[in-house]
């Protein structure tokens, strides 16, 4: 059975701390990895990750996967409380085209 | 705001009752996804339509059916419900089968 677990579940942090958030999965036939943010409804796109050890970047947000190693994390620098969210990863197959999240990191940025 | 729009925000209704979700995917996607989030379960696939077809099922229970219409719109059919199925009901679209999924701001069920 397909797997996504993310790591921490919770974490609280101080503005300007850098946070680094986990995904590891344990999925047939990988295609891609995507990492969504949550604030109070709709989850929002950041970043999709297909090739190992590419990073994605986007202001202070930043992401890698290692496929070898079947991870990947997102990285928070100089976090803000308008951080404050539910970070989701998902991983897509390529023998399906639903998206297999896991639970979530909930993040508290705390000025 | 992803493009993506659901009606109604929120419903409440009663066990037994049958309710009708909708969803309008973005502008040109032609792919449409239904997703639940409860609490203990997070955000779980149910079901999957591509240009008025079925591709693909997920932990959708019977009592549940969809279909994507000729203007590519959606609805998600919850019949016979119980308490268990009050949840966050999230619609997704993307440009094609395996494109990066765009998510509407979700309706929130609660069933009595």
């Known amino acids: 059975e397909d797997k996504v677990v993310q790591s921490p579940l919770s974490l609280v942090v101080h503005e300007g701390d850098t946070v680094t958030l986990n995904c590891s999965y344990e999925v047939t036939n990988f295609r891609s990895l995507l990492w969504y943010k949550q604030e109070k409804k709709a989850p929002t796109f950041l970043f999709m990750l297909t090739s190992s050890g590419i990073e994605k970047k986007s202001g202070r947000l930043s992401s890698i996967l290692d496929k070898k190693e079947l991870f990947s994390i997102l990285n928070i620098t100089a976090t803000q409380t308008g951080d404050s969210a539910v970070y989701l990863c998902a991983v897509s197959t390529n023998s399906g085209y639903a998206l297999n999240f896991g639970k979530g990191t909930s993040l508290l940025v705390t000025p | 705001d992803s493009g993506v729009t659901q009606t109604p925000k929120h419903l409440i209704t009663a066990t037994g009752q049958r309710v009708t979700l909708r969803c309008s995917p973005r502008?040109?996607?032609?792919?449409v996804y239904w997703y639940q989030q409860s609490l203990d379960q997070g955000l779980q696939f149910l079901i999957q339509y591509y240009n008025g077809e079925e591709r693909a099922k997920g932990n959708i229970l019977e009592r549940f059916s969809a279909q994507q219409f000729p203007d590519l719109h959606s609805e998600l059919n919850l019949s016979s419900l119980e308490l268990g199925d009050s949840a966050l009901y999230f619609c997704?679209?993307?440009?094609?089968?395996?494109?990066?999924?765009?998510f509407g701001p979700g309706t929130r069920l609660l069933v009595l």
């Open positions: 502008s040109g996607d032609l792919s």
């Open positions: 997704a679209s993307s440009v094609e089968g395996m494109g990066t999924q765009y």
